[in-house]
């Protein structure tokens, strides 16, 4: 995220926005959408603010619906559908507070009917749907709130201010934080059998359909099919307050380990987790949490190199490095606290209606992709879990509709990660472009990338790349495109077949996922700039030419959909690389290069290298090494026999042996006549011998072009 949007996080109201809050005439009509336990409570909270009325109830199950109504002296609209509560045009606003699975649907369809949205966290399930509702808040140019609450707190923006942003505290290194003994045993329901009144595949929604259960419709959170347990429920708050002290949203590392380790009555959620993230800043952050009772509460701290901050929903304490009580005689802590929800709806309910309205929606994308990076994180520790549960179960936990995310996972780890392909971006101008090359490596299982000279941060749009931070976290900037291709036994370059020498073999995508199967393991893509694509110079560099086939009136293709197209193809059969030659065997790059200077080397000392054709004919070398796709023990006794020619050629008669010289005393009378008989026998001597080791380097090429020919028959 920009610093720019980090910014226009903490966007408060000031003492003049409140002045302009309209009058009682002009209140919120509020819908609620979801009138269980937390949205009956959350509403009441609304209903005691002045700027703010419930006049419609949504929910699938009568129940709950019938004593919302209640709370609203049956004046209220009744629905079970929540469309048709989203297209009354008497609403304004909408708090949602559905279980999670509906959070991403509801929010994007109250953007798309024009309302407001105060909905309960956590925001989304996935980084992508994330960016979706990051989309639909900004393009319909709505107000979004998440239930976040501790934004709101007045002592959290106190202890924020006296030693975060002053620097008091000094260099955070660790923040910790934990939340013990908040929960129960699952309730046991009051009915076995679907009640009346409820509508169970509403309650479902995305979902995957099944047969009534009413431990799943009692207790929805402490099943992976509805939520992230502790992680989404709880870690969400704390880390969202971490990211608003110190500025920071995305890590760079995730661990987590945990379990269902207390109770043993069918739950999937884990009762029982740790984890551990890692920042850009140099510093982490861990959170524990069991549903165990006792424990040390649910609190934060922050440990810097000054001192250390603990911090919770009730206040706060300060303690300065060195000392073992607290810093102030007496350890500031907020007794009886306003309610946070009281503070939270407040607010909610007052921005709804600032004149200045329009200003500060076009700031709320900013709030909202604060609240998502808070999910984001505990999305992140989700998956950490979620991958260690896989190891070490040896099969993938209940949860979500799995079973094509399944299948897909199996697929890419057939293939990955050791026959992994690297990709190689050139001078991308467009921070989005490296996003979405990134977006495309993680959806076909791809890892590896390089940035040769990228004209702004690999980092600046991680909007471009969900699910992907980790390769953009891991990515290699370089200033050349040798350091990135060095160690690659196979480089593949995309371009225009008609800047291309004919001597370097052209592919489609299609046909390069078969070509592949004869690399060894590490095989590089290279991709040009968004403009002009690789120069020629960089096209020499590469062994083989990979074209994709567009129209001739648009043959300008984006970059993210070139590699998203170029990787698709590397697994669609499975042929990302099944090579022929063992790793052992291949050729590098740099070896390539390597045989490429000797050879020149050697053309040079015979004289064959004119002034201006070095490069044209360094370039045919390169193109006549790479077509015949070596061995490395080919081009080892390559390069041994030219290093053998370059010495031999380079010592002269020094090196010639008594038997050469029988040899051309013989041969006298034959060079007379060419070179003149007032030459010196000293200097017929020496061109003969120069004739003899072009004798031997013809030989050599022979010899070459011979084991070159035979290669091609196998």
């Known amino acids: 995220m920009e610093n720019s949007a980090r910014g226009a996080i903490g966007v408060s109201l000031t003492a003049a926005s409140w002045s302009r809050v309209a009058g009682a005439n002009d209140r919120v009509r509020m819908g609620v959408i979801g009138t269980g336990n937390r949205g009956s ?32 002296e049956g004046k209220a609209k009744t629905f079970t559908d929540y469309r048709a509560l989203l297209d009354s045009k008497d609403v304004d606003a909408v708090l949602v507070a559905t279980p999670d699975p509906w959070h991403r649907q509801m929010a994007i369809d ?39 609450q501790q934004r709101s707190g007045n002592h959290y923006a106190e202890a924020k201010k006296q030693y975060i942003e002053s620097g008091r505290i000094g260099k955070i290194a660790l923040v910790r934080t934990w939340w013990h003994g908040n929960s129960y045993h699952l309730r046991k329901p ?38 992230g347990g502790q992680i989404t429920d709880l870690f969400t708050h704390w880390i969202d307050v971490v990211h608003w002290y110190l500025g920071e949203d995305l890590p760079v590392a995730a661990n987590a380990a945990g379990g269902v380790y207390a109770y043993q009555d069918g739950r999937t959620a884990p009762d029982t987790i740790a984890i551990h993230l890692e920042y ?16 040390r509460g649910a609190a934060i701290e922050f440990l810097g190199t000054e001192g250390s901050l603990l911090i919770d929903r009730g206040g706060y304490t300060y303690q300065e490095r060195g000392q073992r009580k607290a810093a102030a005689p007496d350890p500031i802590v907020v007794k009886n606290p306003t309610s946070l929800e009281k503070l939270h709806s407040a607010q909610f309910s007052r921005l709804r209606q600032i004149e200045e309205a329009a200003e500060f929606r076009c700031r709320q994308w900013a709030q909202v992709c604060a609240c998502f990076a808070s999910g984001q994180d505990g999305l992140l520790a989700e998956t950490a879990h979620h991958l260690q549960s896989i190891d070490r179960a040896g099969s993938r936990p209940a949860g979500r509709d799995t079973e094509n995310e399944d299948d897909r996972i199996d697929q890419v780890a057939a293939l990955m990660p050791q026959n992994d392909c690297r990709i190689v971006l050139v001078r991308p101008r467009d921070p989005n472009n490296i996003g979405a090359a990134a977006r495309a490596m993680k959806n076909f ?70 070509e592949l199967q004869k690399a ?21 560099r590469c062994h083989k030419i990979m074209s994709i086939p567009t129209q001739p009136n648009c043959p300008s293709m984006n970059l993210g959909q070139a590699v998203a197209i170029c990787l698709y193809e590397l697994i669609r059969e499975k042929q990302v690389a099944s090579p022929n030659l063992p790793e052992s065997e291949a050729v590098s790059a740099g070896a390539t290069e390597a045989a490429v200077n000797l050879s020149i080397d050697v053309l040079r000392l015979v004289d064959f290298v004119l002034p201006g054709n070095e490069p044209d004919l360094t370039r045919r070398v390169r193109s006549s090494l790479l077509k015949y796709n070596l061995s490395k023990y080919d081009m080892n006794m390559i390069c041994g026999i030219l290093r053998n020619v370059k010495d031999k050629l380079q010592r002269g008669e020094e090196e010639s042996t008594k038997h050469e010289k029988d040899e051309i ?50």
């Open 190 to 227: 009051s009915f076995k059998d679907q009640p009346a009144g409820l509508d169970w595949k509403a309650f479902l929604g995305p979902v995957k359909s099944r047969p009534f259960d009413a431990q799943q419709f009692y207790n929805w959170r402490a099943y992976l099919d509805f939520g």
């Open 110 to 148: 109250s953007c798309g009917s024009g309302k407001d949205i105060y909905i309960e966290k956590p925001l989304t399930f996935s980084i992508e749907e994330g960016h979706e509702i990051i989309k639909a808040v900004k393009s319909t140019n709505r107000v979004m709130q998440v239930g976040l």
């Open 41 to 72: 409570d959350v509403m009441k909270w609304f209903q005691k603010e002045p700027d703010a009325e419930v006049i419609a109830l949504c929910d699938c199950y009568d129940k709950n619906l019938n004593a919302a109504l209640a709370l609203t």
């Open 520 to 540: 060894a393991h590490r095989t590089a893509l290279v991709f040009g700039t968004e403009k002009h694509g690789l120069t020629n110079e960089d096209l020499c």
């Open 445 to 514: 299982g791809f890892s590896d990338l390089w940035v040769v000279l990228p004209f702004a941060p690999v980092w600046e749009d991680i909007v471009s790349a969900p699910n992907a931070t980790d390769i953009l976290a891991n990515a290699h900037v370089v200033d050349h495109l040798d350091d990135a291709i060095a160690d690659c036994n196979l480089v593949v370059g995309t371009g225009d077949p008609t800047r291309i020498d004919d001597q370097q073999s052209i592919f489609t995508p299609a046909d390069l996922s078969r």
């Open 280 to 295: 850009p800043s140099k510093w982490a952050a861990t959170f524990e949490a069991t549903l165990v009772p006792g424990g």
């Open 665 to 714: 005393n013989e041969t006298d009378e034959k060079f007379q006549p060419l070179i003149g008989r007032d030459v010196p026998n000293e200097r017929i001597l020496n061109e003969s011998g120069l004739i003899n080791n072009l004798r031997f380097f013809v030989c050599f090429v022979y010899f070459v072009c011979f084991v070159l020919s035979s290669s091609l028959l196998f």
